[in-house]
């Protein structure tokens, strides 16, 4: 099991970190079909100055890109050399689904509803075991970038409990476009960082097998403010300016296709709409028919399917309600 002792080593992984070092460690999972190994690479980059331990991960579905990329350009822009304490980057965590563009692990299980994990179960159960004995049981904060399923595009926001003092006052100094109340999965990633006590920042943006510019540089600069907030920051690192404060939100709806068809979206992502404004059409590919999707209410629009398809009951938006 991680741990830092009270020399301010850090052992992970079978590795021994002293401070003011930064080391790659290649976690081993399993091996591939052709019996070559499959490893998952941890980035760990320690200060000398002792302080909070920052685990920040991406691509636990393997098909959220964006996730990869914001984790990606936090090491290389070099935020992750933090001033005091350890920040440990995972741009990929589900390395299998990543390498198949698909969001499950190869037994068909959501590595993300397999938390804590099983030493002897299937084999998204199982890298959920180590996971959260070897690494988990080091960090003081953890940051999981995510993305929308499939073509359904997430505003860039943060998802988190209602309940958690200390996550509120983190999702309002990462100060995302939106911060959302949601309840904790059973069996998540971030179910398992709350029974460890670990405030945890669940970022979601974009659609999955896409890189998205915008949605990146929201999850970059979110994780700038947090890394200053708890001085680590890097002081090479200019802390980015808020332009305008995130938008608070408890309550959601789905609005779903009323009609299959053509979807033909007329608005922006994040856009603040009234009751009857006109946010989509659905038409048939003959040009004889065309339905007009309206707002059910004043909200803004936090998810848009950019699916050119849909079948009648499809999410096509997810409206704020409050």
């Not at 970038?145 to 988190?160: E, K, L, M, V």
Request: charge should be positive.
């Amino acid at each position: 099991m991680g741990y830092i002792d009270q020399k301010n080593n850090l052992h992970i992984l079978g590795h021994k970190l002293l401070p003011g070092t930064k080391t790659r460690i290649n976690f081993n999972t399993a091996k591939h079909f052709t019996s070559g190994s499959v490893e998952v690479p941890v980035i760990v980059e320690r200060a000398k100055k002792p302080g909070p331990v920052m685990l920040i991960t991406g691509g636990l579905h393997g098909d959220e890109i964006n996730g990869v990329e914001i984790v990606r350009q936090l090491i290389s822009k070099k935020i992750n050399k933090p001033q005091q304490g350890t920040i440990i980057c995972i741009p990929v965590i589900n390395i299998f689904g990543f390498l198949q563009l698909q969001r499950e692990f190869p037994d068909g299980r959501d590595l993300n509803r397999m938390f804590p994990g099983s030493k002897n179960g299937a084999l998204a159960s199982r890298f959920a075991y180590q996971f959260t004995q070897e690494i988990l049981p080091v960090a003081n904060y953890c940051l999981d970038f995510h993305t929308g399923g499939a073509s359904r595009f997430n505003a860039a926001q943060i998802r988190i409990d209602n309940n958690n003092k200390e996550n509120i006052n983190l999702a309002k100094i990462f100060n995302a476009p939106f911060t959302i109340y949601a309840k904790t999965i059973s069996k998540s990633y971030r179910e398992a960082c709350a029974k460890k006590g670990i405030p945890t920042l669940l970022f979601e943006g974009g659609k999955s097998l896409d890189n998205n510019p915008d949605i990146a540089q929201a999850g970059i600069n979110g994780t700038i403010r947090v890394l200053h907030y708890l001085g680590m920051l890097n002081p090479n690192i200019t802390l980015p300016q808020e332009t305008s404060k995130s938008i608070l939100i408890s309550t959601t709806a789905w609005i779903r296709a009323k009609y299959s068809g053509l979807l033909h979206i007329k608005i922006p992502i994040g856009k603040q709409v009234e009751k009857g404004e006109h946010i989509a059409t659905i038409t048939d590919p003959y040009g004889s028919f065309k339905h007009k999707v309206k707002a059910p209410n004043n909200g803004y629009i936090i998810n848009i399917n950019q699916a050119p398809l849909v079948y009648q009951g499809d999410a096509i938006f997810h409206i704020t309600k409050d």
